[in-house]
């Protein structure tokens, strides 16, 4: 089973950037596909990004496509969302999930802590 720990949130101005990483444990992480979720409060969790098991396709929401950018680093299991571009509206608190590709899916059955991101208008 992966482990997941996200972090790189933090509070920032409307118009900057941030990169969230989320380290994983465990030998098969290189054979997964993975995704970025977030959750705002008083809304449900929402798919944000995915990227396939070697790195080669990403899918993006509607919402962040062309300002946000997913990708890995297989050899340092870990994978990354650069934000750029950030909206008052990205505000929420950010996960990571091995994903069924296709119907991204998350599987496991608990979340991680996440990692917060604040932007400011």
């Known amino acids: 089973q992966v482990q997941l720990v996200e972090s790189g949130g933090g509070l920032v101005q409307a118009g900057g950037s941030l990169r969230l990483s989320c380290a994983a444990s465990g030998r098969t992480f290189s054979s997964h596909a993975m995704a970025w979720f977030r959750q705002a409060p008083g809304k449900e969790r929402e798919f944000v990004a995915a990227?396939?098991?070697?790195?080669?396709?990403?899918y993006y929401a509607v919402s962040v496509k062309g300002r946000f950018t997913i990708s890995r680093d297989n050899a340092k299991n870990t994978v990354y969302l650069q934000m750029n571009s950030l909206k008052p509206e990205d505000t929420a608190v950010y996960y990571c999930k091995v994903i069924t590709w296709g119907s991204m899916t998350p599987l496991g059955g608990s979340w991680g802590q996440g990692t917060q991101v604040t932007v400011s208008s």
């Open positions: 990227i396939n098991w070697s790195g080669g396709v990403t």
